[in-house]
């Protein structure tokens, strides 16, 4: 068990912090105010609120400027190293709203994929619509974020390939470990 941290909010230093558990608060501060007067504002646990897919999500302003941040991101930019820069954050539970930092690791795109497709997540695997999001190509041993990223390792054109993951049949290639990522159309 993590004991509950408060580090302040990159890029919001003196506004903002960020808990191990997920939440985030605004710190009392003093602003000045347009006529050059000053105003104190005290801090508070700020409300949050979830997006249509379902993650949760906060609204952090600076200098009159509001910005929409997801609750994984700050926790993990402000608790968890990322040396090799990877780009997104990754809920190890499947639960988009268990933002603590226990649950929380950086991944690649093709790795949030893979983990998404192997514990059920993606609400739209397997469809007949062409919109793929990612192949993953148990033949090969490999998840690639992108149909063009499978296509050139399997030498076969862009086209041909859609093809392929779109049901139409290939001698070319074996099927039996080849599964298309879909996104959503919701």
């Known amino acids: 068990m993590i004991n509950k941290q408060w580090l302040p909010v990159p890029e919001y230093e003196c506004c903002y912090e960020v808990c191990t558990d997920g939440h985030v608060r605004s710190v009392t501060r003093v602003v000045k105010l347009p006529n050059g007067k ?82 059920n997540l993606s609400k739209n695997k397997g469809g007949s619509h062409a919109f793929a999001a990612g192949v993953i190509d148990n033949t090969l041993g490999k998840t690639f974020a992108t149909v063009s990223e499978w296509c050139k390792a399997r030498e076969i054109s862009y086209s041909t390939g859609r093809n392929i993951l779109n049901g139409q049949k290939s001698r070319r290639i074996d099927l039996t470990g080849v599964h298309k990522i879909t996104k959503t159309n919701e």
């Open 38 to 119: 000053t105003r104190k504002i005290k801090g508070k646990l700020l409300k949050q609120k979830h997006t249509s897919d379902g993650y949760l999500f906060v609204s952090l302003s600076k200098n009159g400027f509001t910005r929409t941040c997801y609750i994984h991101r700050l926790v993990a930019t402000a608790f968890l190293l990322n040396p090799e820069r990877m780009p997104e954050v990754n809920h190890k539970n499947g639960d988009k709203t268990c933002n603590t930092l226990n649950n929380l690791e950086w991944v690649t795109h093709p790795q949030n994929l893979k983990h998404a497709y192997d514990n």
